[in-house]
């Protein structure tokens, strides 16, 4: 499931903005990809996997990749038919805080946590992702969708 996926084979849509590292910037990160995504005419099933992968991954841009002063980027690429194919990348300050998955369940008797188990949302909606280093010092999680033709 999480295999490298193949590049674009037709010139994407592109949406690129950036936002604010606050609560506010990743329910806006959200909203706009929703949007964009319907003036694109992408499928709804794919709109919907779209909109909970983005605020996951805007959630913690702005919980674990915020620095003072420093905005994250939404940037939604879009391969209309025949592919289908959605790229979502996130791209925060904090090169040096990578994500980890944890497990979806614990064991008997450990400590939950009230979070932590975004990724393994994303995990399970995206069709691929990972995490790429974003020179100077920051990092951009990607993930992919695809939509059945």
């Known amino acids: 499931m ?3 996926a193949p590049p674009f084979t037709t010139s994407p849509l592109a949406f690129t903005q950036l936002l604010s590292s606050t609560r506010r910037g990743a329910r806006l990160a959200r909203l706009l990809s929703v949007s964009q995504l319907r ?3 992408a499928p709804q099933d794919l709109t919907e996997r779209a909109e909970i992968v983005v605020a996951e991954l805007a959630a913690n841009a702005v919980l674990h990749g915020h620095l003072p002063g420093r905005s994250f980027r939404l940037t939604l690429g ?3 038919p025949p592919g289908r194919r959605l790229r979502i990348d996130v791209t925060d300050a904090r090169g040096d805080r990578w994500p980890v998955v944890r ?3 614990a064991a008997p ?6 979070g932590g188990r ?5 995990t399970a909606i995206a069709d691929h992702w990972e995490t790429l280093p974003h020179p100077p010092g920051g990092k951009t999680v990607r993930a992919e969708l695809d939509s059945p033709a």
Do not use: D, I, R, T
């Open 2 to 4: 999480n295999q490298p």
């Open 39 to 41: 003036s694109w005419g």
């Open 78 to 80: 879009f391969e209309a």
């Open 103 to 105: 497990p979806a369940s």
């Open 109 to 114: 008797g450990a400590v939950l946590h009230a």
């Open 118 to 122: 975004g990724l393994s949302l994303v």
